[in-house]
């Protein structure tokens, strides 16, 4: 992998996993016009979201410290139940829908996140307190973000706000229970690392971990007062596009 590819990459995944336009769908999109000039290893990929995972804790820290040092509080327990659908449907699409996490179904991603997008620009901020039945359904619609081209935090926070949250509220409950999923993705990637060889050099893998941390901390930073202004369904336009593009390629 040369420089080049470990930079397009990071700064790929640090976008993507945060802003509303599907980091796997981007990354298929990225194999199938086949412009790296060499494959990506899974070591690179399991760092690369531990980039993304780094940038969440950071921007994010306070709340994180909290759910930590209050196991029991609504918080924590929101996480935890939210995290539940997604770890099943995961694991579900992991075994039995490999053809759809192969991107079978990039499009159809796509198109679904486009409508999410838009529904947030019809939803009113509201300050409804989540409850653990709206941390499973968030939870579930985050599952659903498994398919390639779906975006999870556009769908989370979507959904998040139709249960009552408000703007703010949403987008930081959507980017924490990121933080779960991230790390099953990092452990389910680095048992496989067992299994293959180890070949990547270490300076790609520094700039990307890098460079996937630094876009993504912006990234969050953008998004929150993207949020905040009630301008999600900005992307809208671009992930219709992206699944039209799809469609032909």
């Not at 992991?94 to 838009?118: K, R, S």
């Not at 653990?132 to 556009?154: D, K």
């Not at 998004?223 to 809208?236: D, N, P, T, V």
């Amino acid at each position: 992998m040369s420089i080049l590819d470990a930079l397009f990459l990071g700064l790929l995944q640090g976008l993507s996993e945060f802003l509303p336009i599907s980091s796997s769908g981007h990354l298929f999109l990225v194999g199938r016009l086949n412009i790296l000039s060499g494959e990506v290893s899974l070591l690179f990929a399991v760092m690369l979201h531990l980039g993304s995972l780094a940038a969440v804790i950071v921007v994010f820290w306070d709340k994180v410290k909290y759910a930590i040092v209050h196991p029991f509080s609504n918080l924590t327990k929101n996480i935890v139940l939210a995290s539940i659908p997604t770890a099943i449907l995961a694991g579900l699409a992991w075994y039995f829908l490999n053809d759809v996490l192969e991107g079978a179904l990039l499009p159809l991603g796509f198109f679904l996140t486009t409508i999410f997008l838009i529904i947030t620009a019809f939803l009113h901020p509201k300050s409804n307190t989540l409850s653990p039945s709206n941390a499973l359904l968030i939870g579930l619609a985050q599952g659903f973000a498994v398919l390639p081209g779906l975006s999870r935090s556009g769908s989370t926070i979507a959904t998040a706000q139709m249960c009552g949250a408000d703007r703010q509220d949403a987008g930081e409950f959507s980017f924490l229970i990121s933080i779960p999923i991230i790390i099953g993705s990092a452990l389910v990637e680095g048992r496989e690392l067992t299994k293959s060889a180890l070949s990547t050099s270490l300076l790609p893998i520094i700039i990307g971990v890098v460079v996937s941390f630094v876009s993504g901390y912006f990234a969050l930073i953008a998004l929150k007062g993207i949020i905040k202004q009630a301008k999600l369904h900005y992307f809208a336009p671009y992930t219709f596009v992206l699944g039209i593009l799809t469609l032909f390629i």
